[in-house]
């Protein structure tokens, strides 16, 4: 619990960096004290680098960050959602690899494009379980098919199976 709460307290982290902090040692440093302030768990920013967040993971760790940090996921579901999500999470960079995958589909194809992104995703989280973090946080904006069918290819029936034990 935060300190001097009831309840379980989180914070933002961005693994790729704060649009308003470029300077990532500061950011760090902020976020430290956040969490010296009584966070219970961070919660990243969404990403779709893995390389990305588990390098800000290591460098919380060395920063004396040891709260669970839960890795932040959306799956791309079409190309206004792709534009959408590079306005909303800004400085969130879109690795080349799945915007040329997304380039093979057709123009308007969202299904496509749905399935590139639920694939990407299922990816994303089978690597992060592998490598036992701490959790996984989906970012659904109110349409959770594409959660359901990330779960389904991981063969999760229950969100406690995308936390290490």
């Avoid at 760090?28 to 302030?37: N, P, W």
């Avoid at 760790?61 to 996921?73: H, S």
């Avoid at 690899?97 to 997304?102: F, S, T």
């Amino acid at each position: 619990m935060g300190k001097g709460s009831t309840s379980p307290s989180a914070w933002r982290g961005f693994p790729e960096g704060h649009p308003d902090t470029p300077d990532s040692l500061r950011a760090m440093e902020h976020l430290k004290s956040k969490i010296d302030e009584g966070a219970d768990w961070i919660c990243s920013q969404l990403f779709f680098d893995n390389h990305a967040f588990l390098d800000w993971l290591a460098r919380c760790r060395l920063a004396g960050i040891e709260i669970p940090v839960l890795a932040g996921i959306m799956p791309v579901t079409s190309t206004a959602g792709l534009r959408r999500m590079s306005t909303l999470a800004a400085g969130t960079v879109f690795p080349a690899p799945l915007l040329r995958a997304i380039d093979r589909a057709d123009d308007g194809d969202n299904e496509a494009i749905g399935d590139i992104g639920v694939h990407w995703a299922t990816e994303q989280c089978r690597d992060l379980l592998d490598r036992n973090v701490d959790g996984i946080h989906f970012y659904t904006l109110n349409k959770s098919t594409s959660t359901l069918r990330i779960h389904r290819a991981l063969g999760v029936k229950s969100s406690r199976r995308l936390r290490s034990s």
